[in-house]
């Protein structure tokens, strides 16, 4: 095994991508796609006003679920420490079918979220300042922000890897220490206990379940947050030492993000004037960090949330360049030659970063006249990531019932193991994976279809359009794809002479 290429040999492929990244750049990429701020400043207002104080409860049980997924992940970050993670991970535990709609699922539900995380520049930047509210019209206003965001981002990972970690970094180092100082000003603030966590202000009076169905709709505020510690590993083949280093970067950048975002969350609870104004239910977590805070000091931690927004958003676009590389490498997307060429300037995939960012922003225009479809759209697209983490795990369940997991090991190699524990936290995982995307697709109108006008097929969009997706692509891979999919030539390790004349 070369110590160049940490296995990649062994997987079929040559080294091509630059192993530039280090401990710290692999761990900042999974915690900037979760992004606390981002998420529980975009989120916050949608889970306290379904459900009070008392959402607060989603974020541990969130947590707890996700949990058993990334432990499943690490053991797989270090078998297989290879980009596009969850599509190879589902190839090599299951089937070339079961892997490319995996893939599939991935790479448009990433693309969905590069636009969706670009909005929440319109819930923050015109607080801030004024100067940024361009035009009246918010939707428009949101694309515009939104625009200007993709195209840094786009710009950023087309022009190198190093660039993009070292930004990227940056900016995750900005938002902890923001994060951990939010945590310590709104504690210094409090003026109520902890018992506010039990208060659900009659939230489940219109629910025919009472509080559950109130608290199942606002945990989805907590559940559109905690994803995306994979992208640890995708960067696989860019990081030094990626089977040491991506497990231990999955898990610490999801439990850091959960002890940061759970006592941001409690605390600023604890902490509003009054937990009874109806400002938090629409202005969120920038209303309470003004009212708490005060306008000066409040906004400069409005700064640092849209420094976390930023890299969010470059961290997930970076996560689907390498989801659209390691499946076009494998000609399992259309032009999969040209979209897994190497810029042997940049050692990077650019034009798989113009397509990526291209069509984000063409999904971002539906916002402008369309706010609910776009409203549909990216919550379709949280759920097609769910689903792609099913189709990591349940096949990973498969491969242990039948005793063949985990593989053999390559000697002198340690490997993250769950040893004993592997098979229930594996069961756990597909349970709550399972769970969480019923609980996500289930037709709710105040989910899907909040305002007039009321359409059945806004209401059913997350399954219709999920349905939609997994059918026309799995049936594009069936007739068109599947018996020219492998690895493209100019992408395939060479095999050494001496192995060429024993075979």
Not at 251 to 260: C, G, P
Not at 343 to 363: H, M, R, W
Not at 379 to 395: E, Q
Not at 402 to 408: A, I, L, S, V, Y
Request: charged share 10%.
């Amino acid at each position: 095994m070369s110590q160049t290429d940490d296995g990649l040999a062994g997987f079929g492929y040559k080294q091509e991508l630059e192993r530039t990244l280090g401990n710290f750049h692999t761990f900042a990429a999974g915690i900037s796609y979760i992004s606390i701020l981002t998420g529980t400043f975009q989120l916050f207002y949608f889970g306290f006003s379904f459900g009070g104080p008392a959402y607060w409860w989603s974020w541990p049980l969130v947590f707890a679920g996700q949990l058993m997924v990334a432990l499943s992940f690490a053991e797989l970050a270090a078998h297989y420490p290879v980009a596009g993670s969850i599509y190879n991970w589902s190839k090599r535990l299951g089937s070339q079918h079961v892997a490319w709609l995996a893939g599939w699922m991935m790479l448009t539900a990433s693309i969905v979220t590069i636009a969706s995380v670009a909005l929440a520049y319109q819930i923050t930047l015109p607080q801030i300042l004024d100067f940024f509210q361009f035009v009246e019209n918010p939707a428009v206003n949101a694309v515009i922000l939104g625009s200007a965001l993709i195209l840094f981002t786009t710009l950023v990972n087309a022009w190198g890897v190093k660039l993009m970690a070292m930004i990227n970094s940056a900016g995750v180092f900005i938002e902890l220490i923001a994060a951990v100082l939010l945590i310590v000003l709104l504690a210094a603030n409090i003026t109520r206990g902890p018992e506010v966590v039990m208060e659900t202000q009659d939230t489940g009076a219109g629910h025919s379940m009472g509080y559950l169905g109130a608290f199942l709709v606002a945990s989805l505020a907590s559940t559109y947050v905690m994803y995306g510690f994979d992208t640890a590993s995708s960067l696989g083949e860019e990081s030094h030492n990626p089977r040491r280093n991506a497990p231990k970067a999955i898990l610490r950048a999801l439990i850091a993000s959960f002890v940061i975002g759970g006592l941001i969350l409690l605390f600023a609870l604890m902490s509003v004037s009054d937990i009874n104004n109806p400002e938090i239910a629409t202005g969120g977590l920038q209303f309470i960090v003004l009212d708490v805070l005060g306008s000066t000091v409040g906004k400069i931690f409005l700064i640092t949330v849209v420094i976390a927004i930023t890299v969010c958003n470059l961290a997930v676009q970076s996560a689907a360049i390498r989801m659209m590389f390691a499946m076009a490498r494998d000609n399992a997307l259309p032009a999969g030659s040209k979209l897994a060429r190497i810029s042997p300037k940049t050692k990077t995939p650019v034009i798989p970063a113009v397509v990526t960012g291209v069509l984000a922003l063409v999904i971002l225009v539906v916002n402008i006249n369309q706010p609910q479809i776009f409203t549909v759209i990216t919550s379709i697209g949280i759920i097609m990531i769910y689903i792609a983490y099913l189709l990591v795990t349940v096949p990973m369940l498969v491969k242990r019932f039948r005793g063949q997991w985990p593989p053999p090991e390559t000697p002198g190699v340690k490997y993250f193991s769950l040893g004993k524990f592997g098979l229930p936290v594996n069961i756990l995982g597909v349970l709550w994976g399972a769970g969480i995307v019923v609980n996500l697709a289930w037709p709710r109108r105040d989910v899907y279809n909040a305002t007039e006008p009321y359409h059945w097929y806004l209401e059913w969009g997350a399954v219709l359009f999920v349905g939609g997706v997994a059918v026309l692509g799995f049936a594009y891979y069936w007739f068109r794809l599947r018996h020219r999919t492998g690895i493209l030539d100019d992408h395939r390790a060479e095999v050494p002479e001496t192995q060429e004349e024993t075979a």
